[in-house]
């Protein structure tokens, strides 16, 4: 799991294997409670990989992503490959795209292959957590993470986040956690975690974050963090970076 106050990710194993195992060896009946108490174990794996709402270059440790009150469903999702390795590739270059992003931002085709667009000024940063765009006073942020684990939909990813935060984050507060639908070109799958938390300066950071599979099958999470006097800014810097964002650039 990705720590917003100390920018580190903490990895466990996921037992999702296991509990497929158990699953072929169980009488029906037995296999829905089964079943359901994978789901709430895998959920808990990828709280504790996701990185949600850190401080970008120096990601923090021990402080669990997002909350999720509501329930989880067992839907199995195509497996993804080993976390991103920290990478000192150069910063990218601004490209231009079909329709112009609003003033104030730009568009980049990210070397951690995607497209995206960010405020100007912006610092790009990487680690094994994801891609990290900064803004100058370091206390906002894009990020962009991959969701490696398999078998989860974006909904539990978020789910088992949430429920990371609650037990490892000061004052964290879940707002809200919702499949999203209804938004143009929105992915069908995609979810959405919002929460608040207390950061180790004193300040209230607060989070919002989509979960979503790209149209090439990739699982990607992209977040935007900021003071909590800052809302709802936080939510028109994700708005711009969905809107252009585009996987399969490298």
């Given amino acids: 799991m990705f720590d917003p106050v100390s920018g580190r990710w903490e990895h466990a194993g996921s037992p999702a294997w296991t509990a497929s195992r158990l699953l072929g060896r169980v009488p029906r009946r037995a296999v829905a409670v089964a079943g359901a108490v994978a789901a709430v174990l895998v959920a808990g794996v990828v709280g504790s990989r996701l990185f949600l709402g850190g401080d970008g270059a120096e990601p923090v440790a021990g402080e669990p992503p997002a909350s999720v009150s509501a329930p989880v469903t067992a839907e199995p999702e195509p497996s993804t490959d080993p976390p991103l390795e920290p990478s000192s590739a150069p910063t990218p270059t601004t490209t231009p795209t079909g329709t ?11 070397t951690g292959g995607f497209t995206i667009a960010v405020p100007e000024g912006w610092d790009r940063t990487e680690s094994d957590q ?29 789910s088992g986040v949430s429920a990371d935060g609650r037990a490892n984050k000061p004052g964290y507060e879940e707002i809200g956690l919702r499949r999203v639908g209804g938004e143009p070109d929105a992915p069908a799958d995609a979810a959405e975690l919002v929460y608040a938390y207390d950061r180790e300066d004193g300040t209230r950071r607060k989070v919002v974050d989509r979960a979503f599979t790209a149209p090439d099958g990739t699982h990607y999470a992209v977040l935007a963090a900021g003071p909590e006097t800052d809302w709802p800014r936080q939510r028109e810097h994700l708005r711009v970076a969905l809107e252009f964002f585009r996987p399969g650039t490298s």
């Fill in 130 to 158: 994801g891609v990290f765009y900064n803004a100058p006073d370091g206390r906002s942020l894009l990020q962009v993470f991959v969701i490696r684990e398999p078998g989860l939909t974006p909904y539990e990813a978020l």
């Fill in 100 to 110: 112009a992003p609003p003033a104030g931002y730009r568009t980049v085709d990210d």
